[in-house]
């Protein structure tokens, strides 16, 4: 089974009431500024490897940054012929991180409006939800987004 295929599984075990037909994967708005903060901090820690310590760096400046918002360490953005689900990710990590998904929002697609824009190397994705006027903004990921670009384009972005 495939990556995408147990988000997918994932997130329609947290959404049983509405078929999930595409999945995504962001980070939350400040994330990428605090893992380059991570990173630096990582570097000056010196050692052997100071790859290795920036990439560890880079990590706990990203959890530290999402606990310090009260937020998750990446979400999942699930897709219905209905409806665009934000779900929490408690564990970002390549087993079980599909396992403990939690329902942070919804909008309906026919209120739902698509932006992205950048910030520096940065790609920020704004869901607005058109009823509302509520703005949710996240990061997208260099590596790893599972066809980020197909789900919002999907979307009508």
Known sequence: ???????????????????????????????????????????????????????????????ANSAAKGSYPSIVLAVSASKLYVLGRTSTGLVGGWKHLHPVAHIDRSNLEVARKHHGTVGIIELTDTTTGTTLEFEQQNIGGLGLKDLLASLGE
């Open 1 to 63: 089974m495939s990556r995408e295929e147990h988000a997918r599984e994932g997130a329609q075990s947290v959404i049983p009431d509405d078929e999930i037909i595409d999945v995504a994967v962001v980070m939350p708005r400040g994330s990428t500024i605090s893992g380059v903060l991570g990173a630096a901090a990582g570097v000056g820690l010196g050692g052997n490897n100071q790859t290795a310590w920036g990439v560890a760096g880079a990590i706990l400046g990203q959890r």
